[in-house]
């Protein structure tokens, strides 16, 4: 077992940040080479003001229209998104790592907390789910892929909330920790949970051409 | 899929569409798809393919998903399920029942007005999924017969309705004849150089509704405006080629538009109360040709009004005295973002304005734009019964005092027009034109 | 062009006082200056529904219905299209046609001033009529027409085949062809556009659409071989009888001969090409990249560019200059071969080169006023109306006709004195 979890700890480790950093460069550098051809103004319309003024805008809850019409989806996507983001990042177990591989070390948050907060991501990982079963618009558009996806999002929060809370074998849970961590890195650039990097493009773009080109908000 | 082929089979398509159909093959279907995916979409499209998180959002900002109790069928990622996804899924490997589908839901159950896009939290663009959706079927020759045919009068004629040169030229003397019975001196200049503006039209003014080449007339003449109209080609300025996906052919009538504005040497294209024709030409047609912005500047009929009353070139006489409530159309105000211009026309016009709700760039689509009236009577029916929630904001306004619907678009006149009557609404419509022309101060007669 | 060398090149001023028309007339139209500046004419209304021509104070003995298009040939004499009783024709200095029609537009005037076409429509038939001269046959629509350099060919493109609003499908098959002459080409085309007669009458080139999707040029009836996604107007080499037309492939603009593409590179847009007079030089409007627009000359970019457009593209008459009008943020320049003119303007009309290509000069107007622009100097006169600068054969005068206070004015000045 030891074995297995180096292996999951070290080199898969590493295949997984490279595989997540390496496929993002090539997503970015492939959206940058292609933008031009065969839509030649793309760039033309490109404005820091307005693309940042629909980002800011469509990144703060409830600021527009839509989001106001969905209070309870807007809740849950911003908190989900949040805890999502910021969990992995400052939990304690996860910095002490960092510590002790490179001597690196940041605030972390108390236990407790992050505690919460994973529980908040797996179960806004479930309210996703139920809503896609549940409102025909959401069902109409869905498909197995969409289930997986959220399995691959939910996944590394649940097996760290089980291996944490030492509940069924904490070393395998663990290990099945680590390595759904790394299928989630590796998969972002190459499904659709490539949206958290191509919705600053996408909401720039449209906040550009409304703002500079249509005069008229997009929110 | 079996509720999406019940649909179908309710409803047929035109006969000339069906022969088009009858005539596909899977290997032409195959060979065209892949054409226009591989060499006319890039990053815009793979973007939106990619970044679509399927969660609906977008679905209560379509007026056909509204209309049509909530049925995800029309909600705009689930018209995007139907088409699109499913032809790159499938890479091409479809069949007629499909495109036939795709014809009706591309064609006729999208208006491109793209509200969506204002609810759709990554903005994507799905009305632009749709106009690939269109080009395809362009390419397939599956184009709903009465838009084709207007395509074709675009390629022969440079104007959507086959009105021949003579024709043109006739209609505007005729209307500068009988506007000099009000202004003795009225004038509707015809290819008059160095004019400070040439105005444009679209073609069924000559053809159905010469008064508001008449009432243009007036109002230019009153406001004292250097100004003419051509004579050759290029003096309309409508385009439905670009809701058939023929490119070629909308930039092709774009191009004479804008050059007989170079060759008249005006500063500026003043245009009048259409709204699908300024996005062909300071959006769409401009981008194709190679313009970033339309070369010669396009002010569209709202502005243009605003700048008049707000200079004092026109005076009102007396306020229109029934209240009046406001249509802002997609391509002037989620287009152009002249819904605060419109405002203010409507306020220096008339006693009393009731907002509709929602409005300005949230307001409801006509129902009739991005080319759907366009495909002729056969759709009339789906069309108004595809918008019932626009009659609602109708009767809602109306309840609140409206007695007048001031529709500022051609397309959207058209479309509430038919709203109107089948819901039995009872507003009277009206352009801009109509009202300054009734309550404005004319010159006193020599 | 006309010979200019009988004008009066004297030096001086002549004025014609206009100031008192508006009171002979109910109203005064849009005034025109002859080429050589001694006419001054306009379109006046006698009384209700009956028109006249005011030529220097004097009316045509003749009143109309109706009158429009009246403009100045370049030899002189003076055409406006005509209306009495319902019937359409063509007047010349006052005196009509014999012929007279339901209705006729557009009129193709010849360089030396001499011929005048119209396309003309008879009992809703339509066909061209050349020097009071109708095309033998008609047509049941008529649209684009040309009239050769010389003034002894017309040509349009005509609908052969019946196809009723509505019948696609026969649309499709094709029912539009051109016509030299009133002589129809046998095949036909889904569209014809933008006829060009060849310099020696014996060929007509026009953009052709084969079915919805395929574009060419056709010559004579025969399409090239290629086709392409898109094309625009043909043009004739002035000696060699080669079609030269931008063509689009593989999504971008190329420039064609024949069928086969002569420039080594693509184009977001290419369009306008004219030749040299001389026939040595091919230059063109072009956009190299979406929103930048300039001058390529044997496919060689100008280094200036424009953001918002490039128009009237022109070589001057001895084949060694080219001009064009650049507009970016609202202004425009001039540009001469490659080097743009530090001016800027609101507008610019047309330049005209002097025939040695030495001199350059356009109307040009500044806040409402107008005044002429030489050599990229400014004529010290704001006038509130000005009509295209003339030079004299040599060029070293310029012959200026404009309005100043209700005053018409002919002037003639040396080149040299405007320019420096």
Redo the contacts between chains.
């Keep these: 077992m030891n074995v297995i979890y180096q292996f999951v700890a070290g080199p898969l480790a590493w295949a997984a940040f490279i595989l997540f950093l390496s496929g993002i460069f090539l997503r970015m550098i492939q959206?940058f080479v292609?933008?031009?051809?065969?839509?030649?103004?793309?760039l033309?319309?490109f404005s820091l003001r307005y693309g940042l003024r629909?980002i800011i805008r469509?990144l703060t809850p409830f600021a527009?229209?839509?989001w106001r019409?969905?209070p309870v989806?807007t809740v849950v996507t911003f908190i989900f998104h949040g805890c999502l983001l910021i969990t992995p990042v400052f939990l304690s177990g996860h910095v002490v790592l960092i510590d002790e591989a490179w001597s690196l070390s940041w605030w972390t948050l108390p236990d407790g907390l992050a505690d919460l907060m994973t529980l908040i991501v797996i179960g806004s990982c479930v309210f996703f789910g139920i809503r896609?079963i549940v409102?025909?618009?959401?069902?109409?558009?869905?498909?197995a892929s969409?289930f997986i996806l959220l399995v691959i999002v939910a996944a590394p929060f649940i097996t760290g909330f089980l291996a944490y809370n030492q509940w069924f074998g904490a070393t395998w849970m663990t290990i099945a920790h680590m390595l759904s961590g790394q299928i989630l890195l590796a998969a972002i650039p190459f499904t659709?949970l490539?949206?958290i990097i191509?919705?600053f493009?996408?909401?720039a773009?449209?906040?550009s051409?409304?703002g500079k080109?249509?005069?008229?908000?997009?929110? | 899929m079996s509720e999406a082929q019940n649909l179908d089979n309710k409803n047929q398509l035109d006969t000339a569409t069906e022969a088009g159909i009858s005539r596909l093959t899977p290997e032409k279907i195959k060979k065209v798809v892949d054409c226009v995916i591989k060499?006319?979409?890039?990053?815009?499209f793979?973007?939106?393919m990619?970044?679509?998180?399927?969660?609906?959002?977008c679905?209560?900002?379509c007026h056909f998903?509204l209309s049509h109790d909530?049925d995800?069928?029309y909600?705009p990622?689930?018209k995007i399920?139907q088409t699109i996804w499913e032809l790159i899924k499938r890479k091409g490997n479809v069949d007629r029942d499909f495109i036939r589908r795709a014809v009706r839901i591309a064609h006729t159950e999208c208006n491109l007005c793209k509200r969506c896009?204002?609810?759709c939290?990554?903005?994507?663009?799905i009305a632009y999924m749709m106009l690939v959706m269109r080009r395809i079927l362009h390419k397939l020759a599956v184009t709903p017969l009465y838009i084709q045919d207007t395509a074709h009068s675009h390629s022969v004629t440079m104007n959507q309705m086959w009105v021949k040169g003579d024709e043109w030229v006739d209609t505007v003397q005729w209307q500068e004849e009988e506007a000099q019975d009000e202004i003795y001196n009225l004038r509707i200049p015809l290819e008059k150089h160095g004019s400070e503006i040439m105005y444009s039209v679209i073609a069924p003014e000559p053809k159905f509704q010469a008064q508001l080449i008449y009432q243009a007339a007036i109002i230019m003449n009153t406001a004292g405006i250097d100004w003419t109209m051509p004579a050759g080609v290029g003096w309309d300025n409508s385009d439905m080629a670009m809701y058939t996906g023929d490119n070629e052919i909308m930039g092709r009538v774009k191009r004479a538009h804008f050059e007989a504005a170079s060759r008249l040497k005006v500063k500026k294209i003043v245009m009048g109360e259409c709204g699908h024709a300024y996005r062909s030409v300071a959006?769409m047609g401009n981008?194709w040709l190679?313009w970033?912005m339309p070369p010669v500047p396009v002010v569209h009929a709202i502005e243009f009004y605003y700048d008049l009353l707000k200079s004092g070139k026109i005076k009102i006489a007396k306020k229109y005295e029934k209240p009046v409530t406001l249509h802002d159309p997609c391509n002037v105000?989620?287009?152009?973002?002249l819904?605060e211009k419109a405002r203010y026309v409507a306020n220096q016009l008339c006693d009393k304005v009731v907002e509709m709700i929602p409005n300005r760039?949230?307001n409801y689509c006509c129902g009739a734009g991005g080319g759907v009236i366009n495909c002729g009577p056969a759709f009339k029916l789906s069309r108004t019964e595809g918008n019932s929630v626009k009659a609602e904001q109708l009767f809602n306004a109306k309840s609140r005092g409206a007695m007048t619907l001031i529709a500022p678009c051609h397309n959207c006149h058209s479309g509430l027009h038919d709203i109107v009557h089948h819901y039995e609404v009872g507003l009277e419509l009206k352009f801009f034109s109509d009202i300054i022309y009734e309550c404005m101060e004319k010159p006193e007669d020599k | 062009m006309t010979d200019k060398s009988a004008w009066d090149w004297d030096k001086g001023d002549k004025t014609i006082d206009t100031t008192g028309w508006s009171a002979q007339y109910k109203w005064v139209e849009e005034l025109h200056a002859a080429p050589d500046g001694q006419t001054l004419a306009a379109v006046v209304n006698v009384d209700q529904g009956e028109f006249t021509v005011c030529v220097n104070a004097t009316s045509w003995e003749k009143t109309f219905d109706k009158i429009w298009h009246l403009r100045f040939l370049n030899d002189g004499r003076l055409t406006a299209l005509v209306s009495a009783m319902g019937q359409w024709t063509v007047a010349v200095d006052g005196s009509c046609w014999d012929n007279t029609f339901g209705f006729v537009w557009n009129p193709l005037f010849s360089n030396n001033g001499k011929h005048i076409a119209v396309a003309v429509q008879r009992d809703m038939r339509y066909c061209m009529a050349l020097n009071d001269e109708s095309w033998k046959t008609d047509f049941a629509n008529m649209t684009y027409f040309a009239l050769s350099p010389d003034g002894s060919k017309t040509a349009a493109c005509v609908q052969v085949k019946d196809a009723d609003s509505g019948q696609i499908q026969k649309f499709q098959k094709g029912t539009f062809t051109a016509a030299i002459d009133g002589k129809p080409w046998e095949q036909t085309f889904v569209n014809v556009w933008h006829l060009a007669i060849s310099p020696d009458n014996r060929h007509l080139a026009a953009e052709v659409r084969l079915n919805l999707y395929d574009y060419t040029i056709a010559v004579d009836a025969k399409p090239w071989e290629q086709i392409y996604q898109s094309v625009w107007e043909p043009v004739f080499h002035p000696a060699d009888g080669s079609v030269t037309a931008p063509v689009k492939s593989d999504?971008k603009w190329h420039m064609a001969r024949d069928g086969k593409i002569i420039w080594n590179r693509g184009f977001?847009q290419l369009w306008r090409q004219r030749f040299s007079p001389d026939g040595s030089k091919l230059a063109a409007i072009v956009a190299p990249?979406?929103?930048r627009w300039t001058v390529a000359v044997d496919q060689e970019l100008w280094a200036v560019s424009a953001k918002q457009m490039v128009t009237d593209l022109a070589f001057s008459p001895d084949s060694s200059k080219i001009a064009a009008l650049f507009k970016s943020g609202g202004y425009w320049k001039i540009a001469v071969d490659g080097d743009l003119w530090s001016r800027k303007f609101d507008r610019v009309f047309t330049p005209v080169f002097s025939s040695d290509g030495r001199s350059l000069a356009a109307k040009v107007e500044t806040k409402g006023k107008y005044t002429l622009v030489v050599n990229g100097k400014l004529w010290q006169q704001s006038c509130d109306m000005i009509w295209d600068p003339v030079f004299s054969p040599d060029g070293d005068k310029i012959l200026i006709r404009f309005m100043k206070d209700g005053i018409y004015h002919r002037r003639i000045e040396l080149t040299s004195n405007i320019s420096g």
């Design positions: 959206l292609k933008v031009n051809q065969p839509e030649k103004f793309l033309h319309y629909s469509w527009t229209t839509n019409k969905h989806f896609r409102r025909p618009e959401v069902r109409f558009v869905t498909d969409d659709r490539n949206h191509l919705f493009f996408s909401r773009y449209m906040g051409e409304f080109v249509r005069h008229a908000r997009d929110w | 060499r006319e979409t890039g990053v815009r793979e973007t939106y990619q970044t679509c998180i399927h969660c609906g959002l679905s209560e900002a998903y909530n995800p069928h909600s990622a689930g399920k896009a204002l609810y939290p990554f903005g994507i663009d959006d981008r190679g970033s105000v989620r287009g152009a973002g819904h760039e949230h | 999504g977001v990249k979406f929103g």
